[in-house]
């Protein structure tokens, strides 16, 4: 049971460099999300996706771009990577965005180093 | 401005006590809280919840209590096993936003 799939593991980039972070799920959900977590603080949702074909800034949108490929796949992209980028980002996944307490899946992480 | 806080970064609890995880939140407009219990290197795995329309929810070894007039949540975990240290996260869903709010979380240590 995979759930949610997130490639690569670990990364490091050079400032100004882009960089594409890979999600999949195969649970078949509607909505995935986009979140970072900076160390001592709690996840900030950076995108989400509520169904295939739409997507949606959250909290802290600037300096990314996202994709939602098809219903499995949803992808993070740093056209232009600073070191306030430095992260680890979390992809997560969910059956449908707005049934109430829906509890989210998520990923094990990118964690993600910009020099 | 946060709107979930998690005012203990950690605690410390001997095996097979009482766990007690607090969380305060400041949106009203929030209609459904989370827990999340997160192992280092691995994503948040989902815990129990709770509506706001209930003050309490229990599932196991977890329960979780809300106070709506005072807005605090706190996560039991009873008895407290050695496999429940990790970071627990708190987070509301509503109030105007798409995703989850989280709060900063708090590292659980369970004392042999």
């Known amino acids: 049971n995979a759930g949610v799939t997130q490639t690569p593991k670990f990364q490091v980039l050079k400032t100004g460099q882009s960089m594409t972070l890979q999600c999949a799920q195969d649970m078949n959900h509607n909505s995935m999300y986009w979140y970072r977590q900076d160390p001592g603080m709690g996840l900030r949702l950076i995108y989400y996706?509520?169904?295939?074909?739409?997507?949606d800034k959250g909290e802290v949108p600037n300096g990314y771009n996202v994709s939602r490929l098809n219903k499995r796949e949803f992808s993070l992209r740093l056209e232009s990577a600073a070191p306030s980028q430095t992260s680890v980002y979390f992809c997560?996944?969910?059956?449908?965005?707005?049934?109430?307490?829906?509890?989210?899946?998520f990923g094990d992480g990118t964690r993600l180093s910009i020099l | 401005d946060q709107q979930v806080k998690q005012n203990s970064p950690s605690l410390s609890v001997q095996e097979g006590r009482i766990s007690i995880l607090n969380c305060d939140y400041t949106?009203?407009?929030?209609?459904?809280f989370l827990w999340y219990k997160k192992y280092p290197a691995e994503g948040p795995t989902f815990l129990i919840s709770?509506?706001?329309?209930?003050d309490k929810n229990e599932d196991g070894r977890f329960t979780v209590f809300l106070n709506k007039s005072a807005k605090h949540l706190s996560l039991h975990i009873v008895p407290s096993q050695p496999g429940d240290s990790a970071v627990y996260f708190c987070a509301a869903f509503g109030g105007g936003a798409d995703g989850l709010t989280f709060g900063k979380g708090t590292h659980l240590i369970i004392q042999p």
């Open positions: 997560a996944s969910s059956d449908v965005l707005k049934v109430r307490g829906q509890p989210q899946h």
């Open positions: 949106n009203s407009m929030f209609d459904y």
């Open positions: 709770i509506s706001s329309i209930k």
């Open positions: 996706s509520a169904s295939e074909g739409t997507t």
